[in-house]
């Protein structure tokens, strides 16, 4: 008798135990943060090499990789590549994001979405000039937007806090804090590439 009722008194910390609470899923994601940067930063390589294209045997070509933002919603990073002997600069977007598991361990998944100068300049440009026009009431009467350039579409809602991108399979929120930083910092590097002093 006293075992069955030491068990039944038992069963709901087990139970407990096991149970997935979304605040934990939270914090797992903030631990990520930190690392964030660097592991977009050592994901792309593959992607920009296949992007600005291979070498023959023992050729060297020289790249510069800089980290722009990374999102606090830990779902979008962003940086900048340069690589002079190709004539290529631009803007790498890392898409990030995790999927908790029935085995109560988490998943993540990445993809990179490298553009050329001239489609990082659209971008930048197509989304500052849209929300300009929305804080002049040009959309007066509607709470959200959307709109593509490419194979990205992005989202914004009234209060303008975060953005969403639809890339593939991602769907990923990118605040315009972080939009507003990464604009700047590439703008930067552009005008040390122009100076010659990347």
């Known amino acids: 008798m006293k075992k069955l009722l030491l068990i039944l008194l038992c069963l709901p910390m087990i139970g407990f135990g096991q149970s997935i609470d979304n605040s934990d899923f939270s914090r797992q994601q903030k631990l990520w943060w930190p690392q964030r940067i660097e592991a977009a930063k050592y994901q792309s390589i593959k992607h920009l090499i296949n992007k600005l ?28 590549y340069n690589c002079d002997k190709k004539h ?23 993809n990179f979405l490298i553009l050329d100068s001239e489609q990082t300049k659209t971008l930048l440009q197509s989304i500052d000039r849209i929300g300009d026009k ?3 009431n040009d959309y007066y009467g509607n709470n959200s937007i959307y709109f593509s ?36 910092r590439y703008e930067k590097y552009l005008r040390k590439k122009a100076k010659g002093k990347i």
């Open 88 to 110: 290529k600069a631009g803007l790498i977007i890392g898409f990030f994001n995790a999927a908790l598991l029935e085995s109560s361990t988490f998943q993540e998944n990445s």
């Open 134 to 136: 929305w804080d002049k």
């Open 149 to 184: 350039i490419d194979e990205l579409t992005i989202f914004m809602d009234r209060e303008k806090v975060t953005m969403r991108l639809f890339w593939r399979d991602f769907d990923s929120d990118w605040s315009f804090t972080s939009f507003n930083r990464t604009k700047k």
């Open 53 to 80: 294209g291979k070498e023959e045997d023992k050729v060297v070509t020289p790249i510069r990789i800089e980290a722009l933002s990374s999102d606090n919603s830990g779902e979008i990073t962003t940086l900048f």
